[in-house]
RNA sequence: GGCGAGAUAGCUCAGCUGGCUAGAGCACACGGUUCAUACCCGUGGUGUCGGGGGUUCAAGUCCCUUUCUCGCUACCA
């Protein structure tokens, strides 16, 4: 065995239990479980969390609607995810639930504690707050009684809500980033937190929720929960052991700090200011390093489920085997571009990659050791030392060439990994395997078969090449650990054990004992497979998804307070036509339309640049809330505002009258 | 608008602190080979290195400028 260096700790986020992963959310535990299986292998203890968030609005909603519990709803979307886990061979040590008795516990005194000190506190601002705005504001802080920041009403606090107090830390923490090059990944990501967050001054942050039920409750408050983030994000110290008294296990004074959490660029701002900053209030070590990956982006359009065309990670490993579809997802995601996935990609590695270059590789070594030796691989020892060179001068010595390639891989893919590149370090593998095929060609053993006085040269080429396929198999472990297993079930039949070897012998040649047999029925690693087949199925998929979700899938909106018919008085709306509509400068989002509205013309600015061109608004009927107080926005005067329908999935659109109707007339 | 990244072969991208005829993989074409899953090996391309200017003996590689793309962020009345 290797020598211990020491405990290594990876989380990958937890997985939100709305609903089952596709392939794109699936990417990010398979990532996590090669560099964790890699780490492993060159001998690190390596504790390996990952598992499942489940609290929430949205999870209450779907609950609801699906008529169980959010128990229930979370229990059984936490299991498929576990399912698919499992299915991609994933080697986590621990699955942790945030409904996990043992963790909610926690959160409560974690709540409690950083409250007690004085880091967590319930806003006093009651009654001063802007919706709009999201924010609260002193009496003091308030320009002629409005906001300060929009100029508009303020309004009594729908809920109150307890507060970090973000800014006591924010000194400490960009001290920490700067001194810590390495603690954000890919570093692009490092400036944009530093530029648009932690420089110009940071929020304190609401850490707890009054509008829904479904979370940890706030031990001293219950009519308050705990903001998921918090909930969420503890899990990486929970789940080994940590105790806010004291009385944390030996597990976790092993593993923390954490070496590495893996997550989604989307989440890049949570786990690097509020996790580093909730650590500091806890008195803990910060972790050393955050590595936001890309997305895997589906190539052909948006994935819906509405489309059907949402490909999921247990419909592939159908097609493909689980090992391939591993290979794939860590081969198209680059370090920091997102990957794209698509089905013609996806038979195209498969094909030249997989099938090709290493499977076919393999099979062609195993049936001419069957051929010429009946099985036996025999080093003789009669090497191309001394061949020489050909007429260009380039050597004749494929021998030395080839073990040179063979055994420089371990320390380039130990390079490649030591910064997460994870693709280029398979790449590595398969510039191995390609060398072995080349070698094949320059030996040309059919050619050595036919003379008898060449048999024992003959003999050391097909050693050669199982010894040459024995590291690489072994190399690939970490990656595709089945097709690691296949290989040497079949390069040492007798008992797969003996290829086995240590990551500290993987840079030797010459290791596998002389005179082993190989197996007489050698298998196909990985069939070739025809693109039209593919598509034909992925179309199958498609349809049954299409079928299985008639459903359709409702956006999820926060509640409001309930209001009377007073308060909906207060709001006129009017028809209004749009005359002429264009960008507002300096603005992405931003479009300015002039609005007829009964016999005044009004400049109306909207946040839909996005979903609409100027031109296209022209013309249009639109609804128009004009009694609103008109506010600048990029320097613009808004005088009003156009009512406009958004659901879950980026979908905007105005509203409209359903029949032609004068401009100005009010909508009652 | 602010901050940042990028624009290199048909496609996806490498090209560090400037230096010999600009690379890799895939795709394509031609040639070789037959052990093998019609597979493997070799050879090949015209790349205005986004446009324009500049520094230098010498610039994808540095500076300025311009166009476009992308990321984060703000505005979304």
Redesign the pocket.
Known sequence: MPENKGPYYITTAIAYTSGKPHIGNTYEIVLADSIARFRRQEGYDVFFQTGTDEHGQKIELKAEEAGITPKEFVDNVSTEIKKIWDLMDTSYDKFIRTTDEDHEKQVKKIFKKLYDQGDIYKSSYEGLYCT??ESFWTESQLVDGK?P????EVKPAKEEAYFFKMSKYADRLIQYIEEHPEFIQPV??K???M???LKPGLQDLCVSRTSFTWGIPVDFDPKHVVYVWLDALTNYITGIGYDVDGNSTEQFAKLWPADLHLIG??II?FHTIYWPIFLMALDLPLPKQVFGHPWLLQGDGKMSKSKGNVIYADDLVDMFGVDAVRYFVLHEM?F??DG?ITWELLV?RM???????????????I??SN?YFGGVVKKTGVTSEGAGVDENGASLDFDADLKAVVTATKEKVKTKMKTLHVADAMTEIFTLF?RC??Y???T????L?KDEAQADRLAEVLYNLVEGITVGANLLKAFMPNTTDAILAQLYPENPKRGERDFDVLDQFGLRESGMKVTETPE?????LDIKDVLAKAEEIQAAQKAANGGVEYPVVEKKPEITIDDFDKIQIQVGEVLKCEP???????LVSQIRVGDEVRH?????A?YYKPEEMVGKKVAV?TN?KP????GVE?????L?AADDNGNLCVVSPEKDIIAGSEIC
């Open positions: 709009p705005c906001c920041d929009c100029g508009r692009s990501r400036n944009e937190m530029n648009n967050f660029k989307d701002r680059p920091e571009n794209v195209e094909n030249s990659d997989l099938a090709n270059t290493l499977g076919n590789l393999v099979n062609r070594t049936a001419m051929k390609k095929n080349k094949i060609d320059e040309m053993p059919w050619a078969a196909i690693l990985f069939a070739r507002v400068k300096k603005a992405k989002k931003l109306i600015v909207s946040g839909i996005a809330i609103l506010c600048k926005l990029c808004s005088q009003g505002m156009i406009a």
